[in-house]
């Protein structure tokens, strides 16, 4: 299916260095080199992914300047690429269940409220919590019908 806002959402976020910005943006990291080191592409590639994922409005670049240095840019998200928390956090959650070592998970997140243990769930705009199988799919406005 072409008109599929899922593959749509592969063609920006899809790849493995790319979710892997995401989630070190959000966990805070901002600047080049640091996206570098954690990620564990190489710089090339990084300035290359950076690029698109500023391009698709998920992050944003601001210039800052250490003293006596050349001025240089940071990655902010955006609102569109804070709202990949949820999607991020399912992925986490999914691996952290399926995907994991003998030992566990590598990290925990928790509520700073409460700290309970933080993971995704699908709840209708009534708020009710929707199960695996609780879901109707109908034809949305932005459908086309091939044939």
């Not at 901002?30 to 954690?38: K, L, Y």
């Not at 997140?109 to 609780?134: E, K, N, Q």
Request: glycine residues 12%.
């Amino acid at each position: 299916m072409t008109n599929c806002s899922i593959a749509r959402t592969m063609d920006i976020v899809g790849s493995r260095s790319a979710m892997l910005i995401m989630r070190e943006a959000l966990l805070g990291t901002r600047r080049f080199d640091d996206f570098v080191h954690r990620v564990g592409v190489g710089e090339p590639a990084m300035a290359t992914r950076l690029k698109d994922l500023v391009a698709a409005g998920l992050l944003e670049r601001t210039p800052y300047r250490e003293p006596g240095q050349r001025t240089r840019y940071e990655y902010r998200l955006t609102r569109k690429g804070r709202e990949l928390l949820p999607v991020v956090t399912a992925l986490r959650t999914w691996g952290d269940t399926w995907a994991a070592d003998k030992t566990g998970p590598p990290v925990l997140a928790s509520h700073r409220g409460c700290g309970r243990p933080v993971r995704a769930v699908l709840r209708c705009d009534g708020g009710h919590d929707v199960d695996d199988g609780d879901t109707d799919l109908t034809a949305g406005p932005g459908l086309i019908r091939n044939g």
